[in-house]
């Protein structure tokens, strides 16, 4: 049986992989549960997959879940701590690791599990997008494996003629084209976007989401960070990828050669589907998806994204082009962005103005170490601070 432990076990990505364990309790067990501070669905995870350990960050949650499972009879150790999450990641029991954490607080124990040789099943694209040459070169040098979780590099990885080398260049590849549903906004007029709320921004018409990946998808900002992704995953340049809507979420990705082929990945717009490829891979297990049925949606339709009602996207082809650090410092500065939106303080056409001035006053440095990219990360959250203060300073 597979040592699974599950970094963000309460959000979407980690709810759904505990659903395809679940489904084969025969190939798997849950080492370790850890998530930020809900120790409400936490507790109830422990009691249902009866894990070795649970992690909480937050330390007044841990001892409360503590407290729960010891009076529920469990034997469920609980650790607390962000330290915690790089124990339990390379924990001698765990052989792969679902890294589901969002954002920057995710990077440590994912590079924890690449040094370890786990199985990295990536779901925190932040952590390519800030580090993405360290986790690749740790992944490299301890053999470990690293699947990408996201729907559309998962597709891209099945795409490829042999997945077992899908982490440098293959050969006879043209391009990777990258699809998007477009969000909630594709129809929206431009002078419409500055009124939206962060109801209606994190109501994605086809995935189930939590806030911030719901307001990059809203923003295209997830795409533009995806387009990075792809970048570092699979040796390609920003220029061998293009991003094409595609608002029925049916095709996830596809890979052109450069004999004119072009391979696609489709199935129904569900996580499990990659959660359950890279569990089993390379061999296939059932993942509670339903079936494609091709012949009811009868046609796929694809279009450019419009740069300018979503200039998110732009800014990342930025970024991705000028390398070094300036990913890490887009994707904290659109982190800053982005919770100040959700919190009321800026408008949502805001988003792309505060990244975009953070990204033009940074002086971009080669990235040698992972104390390079928590500086610059440091450097682009106080940066994007000053600009979100100015701007509400503004507004007064």
């Given at each position: ?189 431009l002078e419409r976007l500055e009124h939206v709320t962060p109801a209606e921004a994190c109501a994605h018409p086809r995935w189930v989401m939590g806030r911030k990946i719901s307001v990059d ?180």
């Open positions: 049986m597979v040592g699974v432990t599950v970094l963000g076990s309460t959000g979407t990505i980690g709810v759904n992989t505990l659903d395809v364990i679940a489904r084969h309790r025969d190939r798997f067990r849950v080492v370790a549960l850890a998530a930020n501070h809900d120790h409400e669905r936490l507790f109830e995870q422990c009691v249902a997959h009866r894990p070795r350990f649970a992690v909480l960050v937050d330390e007044s949650a841990a001892l409360t879940l503590r407290t729960r499972l010891a009076s529920a009879g469990a034997t469920t150790v609980v650790l607390a701590g962000a330290a915690a999450l790089e124990q339990v990641a390379a924990h001698a029991e765990t052989e792969a690791v679902m890294a589901a954490i969002v954002g920057a607080a995710g990077l440590m124990s994912a590079l924890a599990a690449a040094r370890a040789g786990k199985r990295l099943l990536l779901a925190n694209k932040e952590t390519l997008v800030m580090a993405g040459d360290l986790l690749m070169d740790a992944v490299a040098a301890s053999g470990a494996k690293l699947i990408p979780i996201d729907s559309e590099h998962n597709a891209i990885f099945q795409c490829l003629p042999d997945a077992r080398d899908a982490q440098r260049r293959a050969p006879g590849v043209r391009r990777i084209l990258l699809t998007a549903s477009g969000g909630p906004f594709i129809d929206t007029p998808s809203a923003t295209l900002m997830n795409k533009g960070l995806e387009l990075i992704e792809a970048c570092r995953l699979f040796g390609v340049t920003p220029d061998e990828v293009e991003v094409v809507v595609h608002r029925d979420s049916i095709v996830h990705s596809m890979v052109e050669y450069v004999d004119g082929s072009v391979l696609a990945e489709l199935g129904n717009p569900d996580m499990r589907t990659p959660i359950a490829h890279a569990l089993a891979w390379p061999e296939r297990i059932a993942s509670g998806v339903q079936s494609l049925d091709i012949v009811a949606i009868g046609r796929l339709s694809f279009e450019a994204p419009d740069l300018v009602k979503f200039p998110c996207l732009g800014l990342a082809g930025r970024a991705a082009r000028l390398g070094g650090t300036a990913p890490a410092v887009l994707n904290a500065a659109n982190e800053v962005a982005v919770q100040a939106f959700l919190e009321g303080q800026m408008n949502f056409t805001a988003i792309p103005k505060v990244i975009g001035q953070v990204l033009e006053q940074h002086e971009v440095r080669a990235v040698h170490s992972l104390d390079d990219v928590m500086a610059a990360d440091a450097w682009a959250r106080r940066a994007a601070e000053a600009a979100l203060a100015e701007r509400c300073g503004a507004c007064a």
